[in-house]
């Protein structure tokens, strides 16, 4: 069956779309881009789009051509793989960028002709697609760590005619062999800028890469390097990507942290735990980028409370339980276990928060500096 979907009407429907996300046209050389890359030469031909229930379903292009047509020219992240967990779970694993992400990120890169880019996570190719048309394929080199990607984007991006260097490679490692590079943007997120990137990124030379912490996944680093090999800069409101892989974090609440012998210490308090982990991103950033390695989930399903939120952390050693009984909404228990008081730090820093005005995530400012064969950040704000 063919699709009444002509590509050239689907990609003007689009382009409006991008502009309408921006809040502006997009700059004349992306939208030249954008036209010059057809985005469903690098979609593949199941995608799985959200079904009614917050889940994922299959939508075949052999079986469902218009809507697998509306999807791939709709202003919307696809996903394009499923890994499965050892427990047997499937989770997305790869996808495609929201169109409009991707022309925020390219133009947070502020490329120049010459320029040369190392892409970290090639995913579909769309992204280094795209680099190739406004820099040249000879400029640009894109990794990724899964070699099934890898073939797929090789083939995509023989189809648009671009081929620039793709490697299957761990993106923490950069990529020295055509290091140093002008740009350096990532696909994935961090929670700590690799040592390598450091060291293959030029003095001068821009970093552009999506930010996470264990409490929350959103905004993005558009960061200098200096001389000296530090490199700093702003978040900029937007993003959530998946996490890079060399950077995840295999911990579980009941699995790792919890057992029958412990006796929490506790307390009340009187800041309301959707304070600190509801819809105010501003906070929740806030509070990530300060209380490192500490993670939360809502719980509804616990004999105590009505709702519970529950805080741990990364190496397994603390965890809290701050409960909402169903009626007051100005006192809430507190159960706290381990070494560190995760609710009173999360409590100070939100104190901290409020009394610096409930600064927005662009004010959050990142120095990542080079410490041994390693990163370390610090954070400020503007």
């Not at 901290?352 to 600064?359: H, W």
């Amino acid at each position: 069956m063919t699709s009444p979907w002509v590509p050239q009407s689907a990609l003007g429907d689009l382009l409006d779309q991008v502009a309408e996300g921006l809040g502006t046209p997009v700059p004349p050389p992306l939208r030249a881009a954008l036209q010059a890359v057809p985005r469903h030469l690098f979609l593949p031909p199941v995608l799985w789009l959200r079904d009614e229930a917050g889940g994922y379903e299959p939508c075949r292009r052999d079986d469902d051509p218009d809507r697998w047509w509306r999807a791939a020219y709709q202003d919307v992240p696809l996903v394009t793989q499923f890994t499965e967990l050892s427990d047997g779970a499937a989770v997305p694993s790869s996808s495609a960028s929201m169109p409009s992400m991707v022309v925020r990120m390219l133009e947070d890169l502020d490329m120049q002709t010459g320029q040369r880019v190392l892409e970290i996570g090639t995913g579909t190719g769309f992204h280094a697609a795209l680099l190739c048309h406004l820099l040249g394929a000879g400029n640009v080199t894109s990794l990724d760590i899964d070699p099934e990607l890898i073939r797929q984007a090789q083939r995509a991006l023989k189809a648009s005619g671009q081929q620039p260097e793709v490697v299957c490679a761990d993106g923490a490692d950069g990529w020295r062999p055509n290091a140093p590079y002008d740009r350096i943007i990532a696909t994935c997120s961090v929670r700590t800028v690799p040592r390598a990137w450091l060291e293959q990124l030029s003095p001068g030379g821009l970093l552009v890469t999506p930010w996470d912490t264990a409490w929350c996944n959103f905004g993005t680093l558009v960061a200098r390097r200096h001389e000296d090999g530090t490199v700093e800069g702003a978040l900029a409101p937007y993003g959530s990507f998946m996490l890079m892989r060399a950077q995840q974090v295999d911990v579980e609440l009941r699995r790792d942290l919890l057992r029958d012998d412990q006796t929490p210490e506790r307390s009340v308090t009187h800041l309301s735990p959707w304070s600190v982990a509801g819809n105010d991103l501003d906070a929740q950033m806030h509070i990530g980028l300060r209380v490192p390695g500490v993670w939360h989930a809502w719980d509804t399903d616990v004999p105590e409370a009505h709702t519970r939120l529950w805080l741990a952390d990364d190496r397994a050693t603390s965890w809290a339980a701050v409960d909402y009984d169903g009626r007051r909404t100005s006192e809430f228990a507190v159960a706290q276990y381990g070494p560190r008081r995760l609710w009173d730090e999360v409590a100070r820093v939100h104190e901290e928060f409020v009394s610096a005005g409930r600064p927005g995530v662009e004010r959050q400012r990142l120095r990542i500096c080079p410490e041994g064969t390693r990163t370390r950040h610090d954070v400020g704000l503007a």
